[in-house]
């Protein structure tokens, strides 16, 4: 009987550590497909509250226990303008899967041009405004668009630069790693 268990706890733990292994070289993958950059030591997002444009307020931590693609963006930024349709693709292929998506305007006073935006390209996840620009220092945003990945713990996983494809194989894999 003991050797049948240690057999079994040999068998269990071996598999437990091959399952760790290979999730941790998926996440590594899909980070380096999406470009992103990872830091060097996990530390939880800091939070914020942020009106939308119908003056809601919504704070960071009301996504807690998903993995969330915070956007830094603004309406005279043309990238950020030319990836907003894949990120709402994104978020509906994604948003019942343990993931959010959340759009940062840091356009000052233009609420008007921003709610326009979001009827436009009818996007359906959280688009806040950052007029003040206090959130984007917080984050040490220096050029648009730029994003973080903040994992289900909270934590931020990793900083993006530049526009990305987010409808794409690579992007869904890279979430699905956040997720777990």
């Given amino acids: 009987?003991?050797?049948i268990l240690f057999y079994f706890w040999l068998f269990a733990s071996t598999t437990l550590l091959f399952?760790?292994?290979?999730?941790?070289?998926?996440?590594?993958?899909?980070?380096?497909?999406?470009?992103?950059?990872?830091?060097?030591n996990e530390m939880p997002a800091p939070d914020f509250t942020l009106q939308t444009s119908n003056g809601n307020s919504v704070s960071l931590s009301n996504?807690?226990?998903?993995?969330?693609?915070?956007?830094f963006w603004a309406t005279w930024c043309v990238p950020c303008k030319k990836e907003l349709p894949s990120m709402q693709?994104?978020?509906?292929?994604?948003?019942h899967d343990g993931v959010e998506v959340v759009a940062i305007s840091i356009d000052r006073d233009k609420?008007?041009?921003?709610?326009?935006?979001?009827?436009?390209?009818?996007l359906?996840?959280?688009?806040l405004l950052d007029p003040g620009q206090k959130?984007?220092?917080?984050y040490?945003?220096?050029?648009?668009?730029?994003?973080y990945l903040i994992g289900a713990d909270g934590k931020l996983k990793g900083f993006i630069s530049g526009a990305r494809e987010w409808n794409s194989a690579a992007s869904k894999k890279m979430f699905s790693t956040l997720v777990q």
């Fill in 19 to 40: 399952l760790i292994v290979n999730s941790a070289l998926a996440h590594e993958e899909s980070f380096k497909a999406m470009g992103v950059v990872p830091p060097r």
């Fill in 124 to 127: 359906t996840f959280p688009v």
């Fill in 111 to 122: 609420k008007d041009r921003i709610h326009q935006y979001i009827k436009n390209y009818n």
């Fill in 63 to 71: 996504f807690k226990g998903k993995a969330v693609l915070l956007n």
């Fill in 140 to 147: 040490f945003i220096m050029g648009l668009p730029t994003s």
């Fill in 89 to 95: 693709k994104l978020y509906d292929a994604v948003k």
């Fill in 135 to 138: 959130v984007r220092k917080d």
């Fill in 1 to 3: 009987m003991k050797r």
